[in-house]
């Protein structure tokens, strides 16, 4: 059995293990690859906003929109079986919540040759629906899922799980990525209303630490998985 993840030091400098697939981040599996060179195809015949498609910024930015806007965000989808967790698997759906977003654009900028770990953290949606919070409880989203991209000599954090077609619907802000600073939950919606609250940072990973992940689940919602 391969041993749990661990976290790594948040500027530690990327190595070949975070070009490389493993475990969850499936950056070599063939409908990944497919999913990349999509998107970079159309990045390459469309204005990004990050220079050249063949940039790492470009990239990063065409990979990240694939994943936000190509598969809907849906938290009534949490399952226990590892393997849809595998990033090849997410990529063959067509909805998922945070965790499985964040390994998809995490294996996809692997498989662009862009270095890439993963991020969690726990969040406060104070716009969060009185059905999901009903389900779950609270309204505090514990191992929020996130990718943390090298790009320009550091790390960006990244996160995909908002489509923009929800965004919308609830009058959100589209979380945008540049491929230059942070894209992380917007404190604010588009009424200035409270939205998203980071509270806890529970550090970055290579891989996906899914049993400790489910073993905070079971603790706290016990009703949601």
């Known amino acids: 059995m391969a041993s749990a993840p661990e976290i790594v030091a948040a500027d530690e400098q ?4 975070d070009l490389r697939p493993g475990g969850l981040i499936e950056s070599d ?3 990944v690859r497919r999913l990349v060179d999509r998107a970079l195809k ?7 906003g990050a220079g050249s498609a063949a940039s790492s910024v470009a990239r990063a930015v065409a990979l990240f929109v694939a994943v936000r806007d190509g598969y809907r965000y849906d938290p009534y989808t949490i399952s226990r079986e590892p393997d849809e967790y595998r990033a090849g698997a997410v990529a063959e759906g067509s909805q ?5 977003k964040a390994t ?8 662009a040759g862009i270095p890439a770990r993963v991020g ?5 949606n104070h716009l969060q629906s009185a059905r999901l919070r009903d389900r779950m409880g609270t309204d505090l989203f514990l191992w929020h899922g996130y990718s943390v991209l090298w790009l320009g000599d550091r790390w960006l954090k990244a996160s995909p799980a908002f489509n923009r077609e929800l965004c919308e619907r609830f009058r ?3 979380l ?12 604010y919606d588009t009424d200035g209303n409270r939205h998203m609250e980071y509270v806890n940072h529970r550090g970055v990973y290579r891989d996906i630490p899914l049993a400790a992940i489910f073993d905070t689940f079971d603790q706290y919602y016990p009703d949601l998985v």
Not at 14 to 17: A, I, K, Q, V
Not at 96 to 100: D, G, I, M, T
């Open 104 to 111: 998809l654009l995490t294996a996809a900028a692997r498989a």
């Open 29 to 31: 599996h063939p409908v």
């Open 176 to 187: 945008e990525f540049d491929g230059r600073s942070d894209a992380l939950f917007h404190e």
């Open 42 to 48: 159309e990045a390459a015949t469309q204005d990004v």
């Open 120 to 124: 969690f953290a726990d969040v406060r």
């Open 172 to 174: 959100t802000r589209v």
């Open 14 to 17: 990327p190595d070949e293990r």
């Open 96 to 100: 998922s919540w945070c965790v499985p």
